[in-house]
């Protein structure tokens, strides 16, 4: 199996299976950890997959820059759990860990892909009920337009080798049971309402076709008042972040972990982090 064959977990990461209201989840913990620093990492897989060691090693990878211990909610997937399973568990997830003494300003929201998707609409979601926001919430190339209306879906998929538009119209049959939930905030973020969120800060690969819709939420989310930062890659892949052996993204964690701990007032691992070659859009509301 892929996943076990290229994702290794180094012998000091610990993993402790949880239940956290009925969702089967992980702590991921590292000699790094301190007491109180909290991440809910919510992975991506296209709401119908989940690969445990490549999310635990990325968990573990955030966690040792940040001195931090992840929770990753094994939250249910299609097509055998359409939605709405997979935001409830997480939502479950999030709610579990405010009951538990984890304090909403310790506590980072991660997601990436389909994760970044439930992030947004967990936080959508908490703050509907008046829940505690967390500290900051980091988006990696999230998938939030269920309408697959952003440009870079067509201008990019001879460019993306992981993506087609035949594979998200699949994936999207097997997600979402109705046409008409397609705009649902719950289902595409994008639509909702971006006051009041915690500051985001979003990364994508120029030549990926989610990339659009990092912007597109980042622009939204500006135009609600949020404090936002977006990087686009130039040249690289899908979720980049999760290849350690790649000198970009050893860089792009450099930029998480410094916009974390500025936003978090973290201790950071390298005050002397060097800049990545990425672009770094001035974030402005679209005309």
């Given at each position: 199996?892929?996943?076990?064959?290229?994702f290794k977990l180094g012998p000091s990461v610990r993993r402790e299976p949880v239940s956290c209201n009925g969702v089967p989840a992980e702590w991921i913990s590292v000699p790094q950890t301190q007491p109180g620093?909290?991440?809910l990492y919510l992975h991506g897989g296209s709401f119908a997959f989940r690969f445990p060691n490549a999310h635990a090693s990325f968990a573990a990878r955030l966690c040792q820059r940040l001195?931090?211990?992840?929770?990753?909610?094994?939250?249910?997937?299609?097509?055998?759990?359409?939605?709405?399973?997979?935001?409830?568990?997480c939502q479950a997830s999030y709610r579990w860990?405010?009951?538990?003494?984890?304090?909403p300003e310790q506590l980072l929201v991660v997601g990436d892909s389909a994760g970044g998707n439930l992030a947004l609409v967990t936080l959508h979601r908490s703050l509907q009920a008046r829940e505690p926001m967390p500290a900051c919430a980091v988006l990696l190339s999230p998938a939030v337009d269920c309408t697959l209306d952003s440009p870079s879906m067509a201008a990019n998929e001879a460019r993306d080798p992981m993506f087609s538009l035949r594979n998200f119209l699949v994936l999207r049959r097997l997600y979402v049971p109705s046409p008409l939930l397609y705009t649902h905030?719950?289902?595409?973020?994008?639509?909702?309402?971006?006051?009041?969120?915690?500051?985001?800060?979003l990364q994508a690969g120029q030549s990926e076709m989610l990339c659009d819709e990092a912007i597109r939420i980042a622009h939204k989310a500006h135009a609600s008042g949020v404090d936002v930062e977006l990087e686009l890659w130039p040249e690289t892949p899908h979720l980049f972040q999760m290849a350690p052996f790649l000198p970009e993204a050893v860089r792009a964690l450099d930029e998480i972990e410094k916009f974390v701990c500025t936003r978090m007032v973290w201790h950071r691992h390298d005050e002397q982090a060097a800049r990545p070659k990425a672009l770094h859009l001035p974030i402005a509301s679209p005309k």
């Open positions: 199996m892929l996943d076990t064959r290229h620093r909290i991440i001195g931090a211990k992840a929770l990753i909610p094994d939250y249910r997937l299609a097509p055998e759990h359409p939605f709405p399973a997979a935001p409830d568990d860990l405010l009951g538990n003494g984890c304090k905030p719950d289902v595409s973020p994008l639509f909702g309402d971006f006051a009041g969120f915690p500051p985001l800060f």
